[in-house]
Structures are given as C-alpha cells and as structure tokens.
C-alpha cells in the first residue's frame, strides 16, 4: 500500500469519526432542545388552565350560576398570545377564545373544576408551530455546520496524517537507496515517534546482521592466502 493510500485512508477514518462525534452531539442538542421547550410551553399552558380553573367559579358566582355566561368572560379575559382556552361542560363546547389546534399538532393542558355541582373541563391548548421556529434554527445549524466542519475537519486531518507519515516516507526512501553494496548504511529519521523509531532500530539491526552474515560468507568462500600464492606462481 502506498502512503497516499495510507494517508487518504487515515484520513477518511478521521473524517468518519468526526462525523459520527459531530452527528451524535448535533442530535444530543436538538433532543434537548426540543424537550425543552415543550415542557416550557406545557409549563405556561398549566399556568393558564390553572389561572382559568381559578376564575370560572368566581364568575358563575357573579353571573348567579349562568355557566354560558361565565365561560365565556373567563375566555375573554385569559388570553395568551400563542394558545387558546377552551371551557367544557359534560363534553359539550360552553365558550373557546378561539379555533382548538389538532391534538395530533398541538400540547394540551386539562384541568377540571366543580362549581354548584357542575364539573367543567377547562383545556389550554398551543400549536406546535410555537416552538417549530428555534428547532428550525437548530436544524439549519446542524445541517449547515456539518460540511464545513467536516471540510474544515478532513483538511486538518490530512495534514496531521501527512505530517506523521513524513518520518516512515523517508524510512521507505532511504531504504530504497540501499543496495547490496551500500549495507552499511543506516537508516536515519531525526525526531519521530516512539513506535517509529522502534521500527527504523529494527531495520538497522536487520541491516547489520545482514551485513555480517555476507562478510562471513564472502571471507569463507575466499582460498587461504597461502595457497592463493601456489596457484600463482604454478600459473607463472
């Protein structure tokens, strides 16, 4: 494997966990987030429904037991900017502050109150578009910020790993450059890491002891200095 390969595919795991840390945490947020501020609008529909729960008997009191009557001056004076408040009676709608949202699309609150022997269903209700706004600036955050951290991401991490490849790239061309005749030669790295260094001792030892066994060899192999002489002077 060449260590462009090598360093592209280091740089890929990089690039794959980065994207895996920035997604989880880009999810986290969002969670979050967004289970915040359904509790806090839950939080300010309970607040409403009770203060609505507060007032009705109050008002059937004044209205001398008129429910119609008295519903509907509880809608008209608790108003709440992104809900509606809507009072029941046996099921049946007695006065709303406005058009009920689709359970399915909305939060609810429910509280029920007893006056003069009549139970009431008091129901505050917001749509979920209220909150729909800051988890869409989130998304638009998430989903913008995650190619540019990523680029930004994938040029630091090729960099770093062409850094840290820099040492074995000149490992692998020096010992390129060594050649039978050159066995003496050894392998020089200056600064790197540990495990590096390691490796370019190993190969020096390699070297050494490859170096040793072919000068025993050649020095077997070579004729006595003695009968070299003979086989001179027979020659002559």
């Known amino acids: 494997m060449s260590s462009g390969t090598l360093r592209f595919?280091?740089?890929g795991w990089y690039l794959a966990l980065f994207a895996i840390l920035f997604a989880g945490?880009?999810?986290?947020?969002?969670?979050?987030?967004?289970?915040s501020l359904e509790a806090r609008l839950d939080d300010m529909l309970a607040s409403e429904a009770a203060t609505a729960a507060t007032l009705l008997p109050d008002e059937i009191g004044e209205s001398h037991g008129d429910f119609l009557q008295a519903a509907r001056e509880v809608t008209?004076?608790?108003?709440f900017q992104t809900g509606v408040l809507a009072i029941y009676r046996e099921g049946a709608l007695l006065s709303a502050s406005g058009p009920l949202p689709e359970p399915s699309r909305s939060r609810r609150v429910t509280r029920?109150?007893?006056?003069?022997?009549?139970?009431?269903?008091?129901v505050a209700a917001a749509p979920l578009d209220s909150i729909a706004d800051p988890l869409a600036i989130v998304r638009g955050?998430?989903?913008?910020?995650?190619?540019?951290?990523?680029g930004f991401a994938g040029l630091g991490?090729?960099?770093?790993?062409?850094?840290?490849l820099r040492p074995l790239e000149s490992m692998a061309a020096q010992a390129h450059?060594?050649?039978?005749s050159s066995l003496d030669r050894r392998l020089e790295i200056g600064p790197a890491a540990r495990e590096l260094a390691g490796l370019a001792e190993s190969f020096n030892e390699l070297l050494a002891h490859v170096n040793f066994m072919l000068r025993v060899g050649t020095l077997q192999k070579a004729p006595p200095r003695g009968e070299a002489t003979r086989v001179v002077a027979a020659a002559g």
């Not at 029920?112 to 008091?122: C, K, N, Q, Y």
């Not at 955050?141 to 990523?150: N, Q």
């Not at 450059?177 to 039978?180: P, V």
Request: cysteine-free; hydrophobic content about 50%.
């Open 177 to 180: 450059r060594i050649t039978g």
């Open 76 to 79: 008209s004076e608790v108003r």
């Open 25 to 35: 945490f880009g999810l986290f947020v969002y969670t979050v987030l967004s289970r």
């Open 9 to 11: 595919r280091l740089t």
């Open 112 to 122: 029920t109150v007893t006056s003069r022997g009549a139970a009431f269903e008091i």
């Open 157 to 164: 991490g090729y960099f770093m790993v062409k850094r840290n």
């Open 141 to 150: 955050v998430i989903f913008i910020g995650l190619p540019l951290f990523l």
